[in-house]
């Protein structure tokens, strides 16, 4: 394992120490308890082809609206991706110095001082170059903000990376958390179209280009919701019955009543009266 007192300058405050076996340790007995007992069903809409390790260097970029949003990394890489990818995760320092242990995951430190960002921006730089197969998950709002909030603020670090990179492969992803008549919260998860970045790309026209990607995955998102049109939407983890579904298992069955599994159904609209 790498200590910070041995850490080079070209590194950030808190590199990635990859350690496959507790991150597997972390998924199944951190991440996968805690959103199976606490969401009812998290769905997944996927728009074109899923990425590859065979492709360039992988760089996802996800709205931010809740602390959950770090579960729904995991559950991407390992349920939709396969765990083909070894993943970085760029995190805020003062967030990873209070869970160290998301290193052994792929998570490094990045904090606002320009130099600071600069050498976290150079590091993952080449280390999606150094290999091929990785990935970067990155949050380029930078904080945790109102879902339905515009126009989105995307930081330039992505278009950088991307560059630093020699070019990579980008893939937006939206989030959002929603009740639907349920006693559990259940995810969505849509994506975007992967796009490719080259390595000339003008750092102003990739900024624009990954802003208005997340903004229409994150639209598109939040349409499907109201217009309740869930018809694509597959279930990737199902969680425990609530009480209301617990009470409804005492009563007597309802005939054509949806299997568990089954797409989200449009609830009910009022009458109005």
């Keep these: 394992m790498i200590h910070d007192h041995e850490l080079p300058a070209a590194l950030p405050a808190i590199p990635a120490d990859h350690w496959p076996a507790a991150q597997e340790v972390i998924y ?20 074109g ?9 992988l760089i996802v970029y996800l709205t931010h609206t809740s602390w959950w949003d770090a579960y729904m990394l995991f559950l991407i890489s390992y349920r939709l991706l396969r765990s083909q990818f070894q993943n970085y995760i760029m995190m805020e320092e003062k967030q990873l ?20 960002a600069e050498r976290s921006v150079r590091y993952i730089s080449r280390e999606l170059q150094a290999q091929p197969g ?3 998950w990155i949050f380029p709002q930078g904080r945790i903000g109102p879902g339905d909030q515009r126009p989105l603020r995307i930081y330039p670090g ?3 990376i991307a560059r630093g990179a020699g070019g990579a492969l980008l893939w937006p992803v939206a989030l959002r958390y929603e009740f639907r008549g349920e006693q559990k919260p259940q995810a969505f998860i849509r994506s975007g179209t992967p796009h490719y970045i080259g390595a000339d790309a003008p750092e102003a026209a990739v ?11 994150a639209d598109a998102l939040r349409d499907d919701l109201l217009l309740e049109d869930l018809a694509a939407y597959r279930p990737i983890l199902a969680g425990p019955p609530g009480i209301n579904r617990l009470w409804d298992a005492l009563r007597d069955r309802i005939p054509g009543r949806s299997a568990s599994g089954s797409a989200p159904q449009p609830r009910q609209r009022s009458s109005g009266r």
């Excluded at 082809?49 to 260097?57: I, R």
């Excluded at 110095?97 to 600071?116: D, E, H, K, T, V």
């Excluded at 900024?207 to 995955?217: I, K, N, S």
């Design 28 to 47: 199944r007995s951190l991440v996968l308890p805690a959103a199976w007992s606490q969401f009812h069903r998290i769905w997944a809409r996927i728009e």
């Design 49 to 57: 082809p899923l990425p590859h390790p065979s492709e360039a260097p």
């Design 97 to 116: 110095r209070a869970y160290r242990f998301f290193r052994w995951c792929g998570a490094f430190s990045i904090n606002r001082g320009p130099q600071a």
């Design 134 to 136: 990785r990935c970067l």
């Design 158 to 160: 992505i278009a950088r």
């Design 207 to 217: 900024v624009a280009e990954v802003q208005a990607r997340l903004t229409r995955a």
